[in-house]
């Protein structure tokens, strides 16, 4: 008897890393664990506790679900790097998964508003849980803001993946709705050589 595929999913997009593993449509384990910073730290050995705590290893994963965001800059660079990577290492496919296609699957064809910095609102089509979300002002958004557990990201992440793993051929990609916060230093550069 063939076993389920087994899906990870983590997520890094916001001020947590939280995790889970589905073998089939069962959730073996979910972890997440609350930080404004250390993500890149904490990822991978909360990763490894999540595989040994359900007797399971890397080389047992079928594919990577991962969030891309919209979120925290940083957050989605730290999780769509180490999914790459671990596919790549790996030898499986790494699924991106967007904010918006996981809470959908949460709260099927209810609005969906993912906080966002300075009073703002990242607000998903409840049509098209795929299409990049919109910012806007909190205040428009109305009484729809309200967002999930980390776990249930996590879950949420694992069950999209395992409907799309086996035909997603492109590697994840960070999904950024407004533009940096940083800019490029105006100072002239210093000369290296002469």
Not at 7 to 31: K, M, N, W
Not at 44 to 57: K, V
Not at 84 to 110: M, Q
Not at 141 to 162: M, N
């Amino acid at each position: 008897m063939t076993q389920a595929p087994l899906i990870l999913g983590f997520d890094t997009s916001a001020a947590f890393c939280a995790a889970a593993l589905l073998r089939g449509d069962h959730v073996l384990a979910t972890r997440h664990e609350d930080m404004a910073r250390g993500q890149a730290e904490r990822l991978i050995p909360l990763l490894e506790e999540l595989l040994s705590e359900t007797g399971t290893t890397w080389r047992d994963l079928s594919a990577l679900g991962v969030g891309i965001g919209p979120g925290n800059f940083t957050g989605i660079r730290i999780g769509v790097s180490a999914a790459r990577g671990l596919a790549l290492g790996l030898g499986i496919p790494a699924v991106g998964v967007s904010g918006c296609e996981a809470r959908a699957l949460l709260a099927p064809g209810a609005p969906v508003a993912i906080p966002a910095p300075r009073d703002q609102v990242y607000l998903c089509d409840p049509g098209d849980p795929a299409a990049p979300p919109r910012l806007m002002p909190r205040a428009e958004a109305g009484g729809i803001v309200a967002d999930s557990a980390p776990q249930a990201l996590a879950e949420a992440i694992c069950r999209v993946t395992a409907r799309s793993w086996q035909s997603h051929p492109s590697a994840p990609a960070p999904l950024y709705v407004r533009p940096a916060d940083a800019a490029p230093s105006r100072d002239r550069p210093p000369t290296l050589l002469d």
